[in-house]
């Protein structure tokens, strides 16, 4: 199937809902994939996935129903949509469809595609160094998302993107290990590799240091491109209008122009971003998408909306769209002065997290989290690691709402980071929180 089809498919559902509702979109999505998995230095699994899947918006008198479905069963659900919609109360998060404004797009690399299409997957192997008698588990994957939007506002628009990512995590011992993730539009394997090195790295410093556990309460925290990709991921989500309107957000009292973090910190939503795979021109709704600060040198600039939230809320949309809510597409961490390698310097006296996993909040209006360490973690004195911490030995606690405040430094280098644990591909340095930053150590 070709992007010709998937356009076509999007065009005739639109034809067919358009008879029975006031207003309809429809995204097709045809994804390709191959993932390659190792486990304890060798290859343990190879997967491929080909779906195509229908997700439609209708409305109806001011009713709404979404819904995804693969195409396979498409024109038998969608043949209940009428129905289904009947029960419907009418939204109070209706706003008409937007005129469009985007534009179709491509971001597509030829040697992605040719792993895909003559199966070959040596090269993804290799990027994690599997079979090299390196102990390392983790999994490496490339995919083509062929995609195309019909509304019927007039939105014919197609985007067509490949992506190479993945994480390494490398063991040394029974409780060491060192992890690192790399994500692209381009299979681009100098980051694999990079990623590769820094694990190997982390692994071995860790392994040949005295444990010790640390001091538990608020300390300095050095975060790694690894946690704070996880963590400004969230502070994204709070600053989605969706999050505002439904209570999620320590956001939620800030408007434009109040400072809500250090003035180093700047967060950016990318989805022009050819380089990462969230890159789009347009939006679910046909809207022309937009790179813009909406943290900027700590001041709240603007929420990211869709025109339901621009509605509710004022404001316009910034390309953000969701259906209902709005969504990121790309993000980015802008970075500071702190050269390579001289980050656990700027962080003096405190603890350096390498990965985190399994984040948990208590209140989302106050952002309050724990967050369990995943591989090595190290205690640092004068800015030099002095002892290491497995992972599993400690959790890290605070809020999102004091941990932006107490940004102190950020790297000058950035990390492109994607993994289970980062659903959005994001461009991310070290950051250094200061103790007001409230950030907290406690033994587990």
């Known amino acids: 199937m070709s992007s010709e089809d998937v356009a076509g498919y999007a065009e005739r559902f639109l034809d067919m809902l358009s008879r029975a509702f006031d207003e309809v979109a429809v995204y097709v999505v045809r994804s390709r994939s191959v993932m390659v998995k190792a486990a304890r230095g060798g290859i343990s699994a190879v997967q491929d996935w080909d779906d195509v899947d229908v997700s439609v918006y209708l409305v109806k008198d001011r009713r709404i129903y979404t819904s995804t479905f693969p195409l396979r069963a498409a024109e038998m659900l969608l043949s209940r949509a009428e129905d289904l919609i009947a029960r419907l109360e009418p939204s109070k998060l209706y706003a008409p469809l937007p005129e469009p404004s985007g534009e179709s797009c491509s971001a597509r690399d030829p040697s992605v595609e040719k792993i895909l299409d003559e199966s070959d997957y040596g090269a993804l192997a290799s990027a994690m160094g599997a079979g090299s008698g390196i102990d390392v588990s983790g999994m490496a994957s490339v995919y083509l998302e062929e995609a195309a939007l019909a509304t019927s506002k007039g939105a014919r628009l197609t985007r067509s993107v490949t992506g190479f990512e993945g994480y390494i995590r490398v063991f040394k011992g029974r409780d060491v290990s060192g992890q690192w993730s790399w994500v692209s539009t381009r299979l681009d394997t100098s980051l694999a590799k990079e990623a590769l090195d820094i694990a190997i790295r982390l692994a071995e410093e860790c392994s ?182 497995p992972g599993y030995k400690i959790r890290l606690e605070g809020s999102l709402r004091s941990m932006v405040r107490g940004v102190e430094a950020l790297g000058s280098k950035l990390f492109n980071i994607k993994w289970w644990e980062v659903d959005t591909p994001t461009r991310a340095p070290h950051i250094v929180v200061s103790e007001k930053g409230g950030l907290r150590v406690r033994r587990a």
């Open 208 to 389: 040949s240091l005295p444990r010790e556990e640390p001091e538990e309460g608020v300390s300095r925290i050095l975060l790694s491109p690894m946690t704070s990709s996880q963590l400004m991921e969230y502070v994204a989500s709070a600053a989605l209008a969706g999050s505002v309107i439904t209570g999620t957000s320590f956001l939620s009292s800030a408007k434009p122009g109040d400072r809500v973090a250090s003035e180093g910190l700047t967060l950016k939503s990318t989805p022009r971003d050819k380089g990462l795979p969230g890159y789009s021109l347009f939006d679910d709704e046909g809207v022309a998408t937009t790179d813009v600060a909406f943290i900027e040198s700590g001041m709240l600039k603007t929420l990211l909306h869709n025109t339901k939230t621009a509605r509710i809320l004022g404001g316009k949309s910034t390309g953000n769209a969701g259906w209902i809510f709005p969504r990121l597409f790309n993000l980015r961490v802008e970075p500071g002065d702190v050269r390579a390698g001289e980050e656990l310097e700027a962080l003096g006296n405190g603890v350096y997290i390498t990965n985190n996993w399994y984040t948990r909040f208590q209140n989302y209006l106050e952002g309050t989290f724990s967050t369990v360490p995943r591989d090595a973690a190290f205690i640092v004195r004068s800015g030099r690691p002095v002892a290491c911490v």
